[in-house]
């Protein structure tokens, strides 16, 4: 049964969005349904999964629900795969519920019935059946990325369902859903986490948000429930009263619960472990703590999910001691990362093997661009905490072919770089073949995202996307960055040591605590996502009092060379003492 359900290939899974639901994890979300179920008043109920697969969710369902019941129970299942449709009804066919109906269709066309004309599906009772009114809607919908959505399925997408910024197929589906859900019913759907803390996840954040009385949200992090690379999360709404749609939000508190592995956690609160023998132990009984299974180690949060006022902002799952603490560093914060400066992302070539390389010196002298325009590239594997790591930047240069002519942002002109062109010449074809470049009408030989070629010569903090710690690293040689780290220079006019003092916050344990419970984007095994939309609106103290001078004081020395680690670690000591003190908490270290 195992290997059936697991036999698609990995590229066909990518494709459709079809990573079956693990059987534990289907019985935790219909149970959660169930619970907010008021069976005593249930005269029927109709209960939809509009990408059933092999039934998973709805044989959870119909094994979960109260026996003396389920004869009252219609279960409705869309599914686009035959195949797999077939499977689901072999699965479901001889329990007693009331009335079975399968139906082998694209859910997003069949829905398109009622506001948006449907070619693909002619029997209309069945598309009202599953497309309006439903009272449950139980769901794991194909999560397909734009990238491998294609651009035009994605544009079609964002128009028919109103959404904007990078489009998944998850999205579209939690509106069809909605669509399809009396109000009052329950949704109960499990999709990729990150629609809680991205920016690309503001059109879904609120959505949610205006649709459905939020009941619980579960953000089941790392725990590698689930075969699909992404991080799931459960989420369980009662959908509102149309009219009630239209205020902001709702005033119902949600309850959240977090769940992630502990590998490089900080301020880890409460040192004693308990033992727990599942992971779905603890989601059921979520109780804050720490909790040891099988010689893992996970952290679990609970508490109520307080909405931001706007849907920029990620939904924070922090308790509430978090939260008086999060309140406490943000009241004692005298400007954010962006007031200050400027993080932007590195270059993108989208041709590194070409523009990218180790080997220029060897290269025969007519190909061998000139020094002028090979330029040192710091890249993720250069990150360090202060500083790069050795002369890393120097072992990569990236044949750079932009400049600055009379003041303004330009391409070289081959002409006057003869042995440049002569290589990029070899490379042409590959380069031309770069479909962005062509469609933007670039020159052939340009870098995708070049960035500012004058900004590379001022002061700046690198980092790199995704690390399991911070590590902001200075440079002052001018480097290039890679499209795989992110820099920050200081806005014009503003005081040099502003830089140390970002970088001292930026790579404290404080700041980490922060960054977990402001963004909560974590990956696999403890690595966290830096990204510009976060490390910009980090706090920062007041850049003249006391504390910060300090700070300012001993980030220099960090930067000035590298220290012995006996040294390096009294410093970052240090350091942390003195960012808790510029935000008025207590110092947090690792833990
Ligand atoms: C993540 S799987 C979930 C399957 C099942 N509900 C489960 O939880 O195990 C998503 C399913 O959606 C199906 N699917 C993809 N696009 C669809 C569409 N437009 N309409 C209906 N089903 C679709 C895929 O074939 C796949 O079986």
Redesign the pocket.
């Given at each position: 049964m195992r290997a059936m359900r697991s036999s698609k290939s990995v590229t066909l899974k990518k494709e459709?969005?079809?990573?079956?639901?693990p059987p534990e994890l289907?019985r935790f979300v219909a149970s959660r349904i169930i619970n907010v179920l008021r069976l005593d008043s249930l005269h029927s109920l109709t209960v939809l999964?509009?990408?059933?697969?092999?039934g998973?969710?709805l044989l959870a369902f119909a094994k979960s629900f109260p026996p003396d019941h389920l004869q009252r129970v219609t279960f409705l299942g869309?599914?686009?795969?035959a195949s797999?449709l077939e499977r689901a009804r072999e699965r479901l066919i001889n329990l007693p519920m009331g009335r079975l109906e399968l139906m082998n269709?694209?859910?997003?066309g069949l829905c398109d019935g009622h506001q948006r004309q449907s070619e693909l599906f002619q029997d209309a009772l069945s598309r009202n059946a599953c497309c309006e009114n439903v009272d449950v809607i139980i769901?794991?919908?194909?999560?397909v990325r734009t990238q491998v959505l294609g651009s035009q399925k994605a544009q079609d997408l964002a128009r028919q369902f109103a959404l904007s910024g990078r489009v998944d197929?998850y999205h579209a589906f939690l509106i069809s859903m909605t669509e399809s859900l009396f109000p009052g019913g329950i949704i109960g759907v499990i999709t990729s986490n990150r629609y809680l803390s991205t920016n690309s996840g503001a059109t879904i954040r609120q959505f949610l948000a205006s649709q459905y009385d939020i009941l619980e949200v579960f953000d089941l992090g790392d725990t590698k429930l689930f075969e699909a690379s992404v991080l799931p999360s459960v989420f369980i709404g009662r959908r509102r009263p149309q009219n009630a749609t239209d205020r902001k939000h709702s005033s119902h508190a949600a309850r959240f619960v977090r769940i992630y592995e502990q590998f490089n956690e900080v301020d880890c609160g409460p040192r004693k472990e308990r033992e727990a023998d599942s992971v779905y132990t603890l989601l059921e009984a979520a109780d804050t703590g720490i909790y040891r299974i099988s010689g893992r180690r996970y952290k679990v949060s609970t508490g109520s999910l307080v909405l931001p006022p706007h849907s920029t902002e990620p939904w924070v799952m922090a308790t509430s001691d978090e939260r008086a603490w999060l309140n406490t560093v943000n009241t004692r914060a005298k400007f954010r990362v962006c007031d200050l400066a400027i993080v932007r992302v590195g270059i993108k070539t989208t041709a590194d093997e070409v523009f990218i390389r180790k080997d220029w010196s060897d290269l025969p002298e007519d190909v061998r661009p000139e020094k002028e325009l090979l330029l040192p590239l710091l890249s993720h594997d250069c990150a360090d905490r202060w500083l790069a790591k050795g002369d890393c930047a120097q072992s990569r240069q990236v044949l750079y072919t932009h400049e600055i002519r009379k003041g303004l942002r330009a391409t070289i002109e081959l002409s006057e770089y003869p042995k440049a062109s002569a290589y990029l010449q070899k490379h042409r074809t590959r380069l031309e073949a770069r479909a962005y470049v062509r469609e933007a009408r670039r020159k052939w030989y340009e870098i995708w995202v070049p960035q500012d070629p004058a900004a590379w010569i001022q002061p700046k903090l690198v980092f790199p996307d995704i690390a399991p710690e911070p590590l902001f690293f200075y440079d002052l040689r001018g480097c290039i960055v890679d499209g795989n780290c992110y820099w920050i220079v200081l806005k014009p006019n503003q005081d040099p040591d502003l830089l140390f003092l970002i970088q001292g916050v930026a790579n404290s344990s404080l700041m980490t605590h922060y960054h977990d419970l402001s963004f909560s984007n974590k990956l696999y095994a403890g690595r966290r996502r830096y990204l510009t939309q976060y490390v910009q609106k980090y706090p920062i103290p007041n850049p003249t009092a006391e504390p910060s001078r300090q700070i300012i004081s001993l980030v220099k020395d960090l930067v000035s060379e590298p220290l012995p680690e006996q040294a390096l670690g009294k410093i970052e000591y240090e350091l942390e003492l003195l960012v808790a003190s510029a935000f008025g908490v207590d110092p947090v270290f690792a833990c």
């Open positions: 459709t969005g079809s990573h079956f639901t289907a999964d509009p990408a059933c697969g092999d998973e969710l869309v599914e686009s795969d797999a269709a694209d859910f997003l769901a794991n919908p194909p999560y197929l």
